[in-house]
């Protein structure tokens, strides 16, 4: 009961990490609003859980930050935590990416983030106590291949949360990111399904193993704890070793 009634917003929440973060913080103590696209995965996922209120929104639409931060007040009386989660891929070459894929990329995982931040500082602030945690990727900092969308929405994620812990600090809220490796979720299950793919890259991390989502939901947890309230700004890297090798 690490974060026994703390009140929380998780996007993304029906697969892999806002899944598991979503499991692990009600089993704290937290209850949550669990925002994912509409269709039943959340309600499957999360329905019969009363810690969990669920919230099917493309966090892309105009009014998603407004409706999911009035939501949360509603249903859960503020927002003490936000973890913004939910996040898309776009894999060609930069010479052959779509405006609309580069934009669907950049929305998702940017924009939507700093509209939801945007919307949930004042009810933050209204408490004086807050963490936020947005989820990056060591490809802000170990680009690959045609991913420039991607890249480019996880890198200006790490920017964005520095600025914000340097803005909110003062007022008890603490903005940090993590930096996932491969992680099997199901963004990546249809790579890492096939035996060669997993196999090459359980051998490119230190502890060779692919990460599950409860590794990246235990990293969530410890950027809430109260006793994290020293740590802001910082980037967590949660990777297996997967980036310390060149
Ligand atoms: N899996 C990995 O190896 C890995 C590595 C680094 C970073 N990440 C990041 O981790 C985060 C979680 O991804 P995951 O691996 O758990 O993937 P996932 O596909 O299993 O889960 C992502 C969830 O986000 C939801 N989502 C996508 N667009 C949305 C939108 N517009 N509105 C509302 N919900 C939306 C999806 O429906 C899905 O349920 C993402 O930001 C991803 O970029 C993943």
């Known amino acids: 009961m690490r974060i026994q009634g703390k009140r929380v917003i998780i996007t993304g929440a029906a697969s892999g990490m806002g899944n598991a973060t979503t499991n692990l913080f009600t089993n704290e103590g937290a ?3 669990a925002v994912d696209m509409p269709g039943p995965g959340l309600r499957e996922k999360h329905g019969a859980n009363p810690a969990v209120t669920t919230l099917e929104k493309d966090i892309t639409d105009a009014d998603a930050a407004e409706v999911i931060i009035s ?9 003490d935590i936000l973890v913004n989660n939910a996040g898309v891929g776009y894999n060609a070459l930069a010479e052959l990416t779509p405006i609309e894929q580069w934009d669907r990329v950049l929305n998702v995982n940017l924009r939507a983030m700093f509209l939801l931040c945007q919307r949930a500082i004042p009810e933050m602030k209204a408490g004086m106590w807050g963490r936020i945690v947005n989820i990056s990727s060591v490809a802000a900092f170990r680009p690959d291949y045609g991913l420039s969308a991607y890249d480019a929405s996880k890198a200006g994620v790490i920017g964005l949360t520095k600025t914000l812990a340097l803005e909110l600090g003062k007022f008890g809220i603490t903005v940090n990111a993590i930096q996932p490796g491969p992680i099997y979720t199901g963004m990546t299950r249809n790579n890492f399904d096939q035996d060669y793919i997993r196999q090459a890259w359980e051998r490119k991390t230190a502890v060779r ?3 599950q989502p409860e590794d990246i939901a235990n990293g969530v947890l410890f950027l809430c704890l109260e006793e994290s309230s020293f740590v802001t700004g910082h980037a967590l890297v949660v990777d297996g070793g997967q980036t ?3």
Request: proline letters at 0%; a positive charge.
């Open 71 to 79: 939501r949360a007040v509603a249903a859960l009386g503020g927002v």
């Open 244 to 246: 310390l090798r060149m």
């Open 209 to 211: 193993r692919l990460g």
């Open 31 to 33: 209850t949550v609003l």
